[in-house]
């Protein structure tokens, strides 16, 4: 079972109650992106897919990543066209919010992370973005103005 217990609830995938959520990426190789996810931020691989068509899903502490292989419009989505990103075109990206981004950037970058820059300060936090083997944009970030407690 793949369940994540927050505030008395139990999150899994999939839910056996309510709901969870998964962010879907489309990918050139599922295979290559679950290694990626797997090796730089720990992921757990829970499918890799299959040839007739299955996506690759991945857990990343309480989420979930569902990894596909881009294609055509189909009867659900009739007007869709599912590919990798553009890099330099970018409308929407994960965002990994971290305890302690220095060491983040140190142990991700040591798996094979390619960060845009180092971790920089704006707006009351510490923040940097990584690319993954498809282009899809990972900001990584450390709030510096909230108080806990």
């Given at each position: ?37 797997e ?19 991945v ?38 919010r ?15 992370a ?28 450390q709030?510096?103005d909230?108080?806990?407690?």
């Amino acid at each position: 079972m793949n369940a994540v217990q927050i505030d008395q609830k139990s999150y899994e995938m999939p839910p056996r109650e309510g709901i969870s959520i998964t962010y879907f990426l489309t990918v050139a190789d599922i295979e290559r992106s679950a290694r990626y996810y797997e090796k730089v931020f720990g992921a757990r691989i829970l499918s890799r897919g299959d040839s007739k068509g299955a996506p690759g899903y991945v857990q990343i502490a309480n989420t979930w990543l569902i990894l596909n292989v881009g294609g055509g419009p189909t009867p659900d989505k009739p007007t869709v066209t599912l590919s990798v990103p553009d890099p330099n075109h970018i409308n929407s990206f994960m965002n990994i919010r971290v305890a302690d981004i220095q060491a983040c950037y140190k142990l991700w970058t040591s798996r094979g992370a390619k960060f845009i820059t180092e971790p920089l300060e704006k707006y009351g936090e510490w923040r940097c973005y990584i690319r993954d083997p498809d282009g899809h944009l990972i900001e990584v970030g450390q709030s510096t103005d909230v108080k806990y407690g």
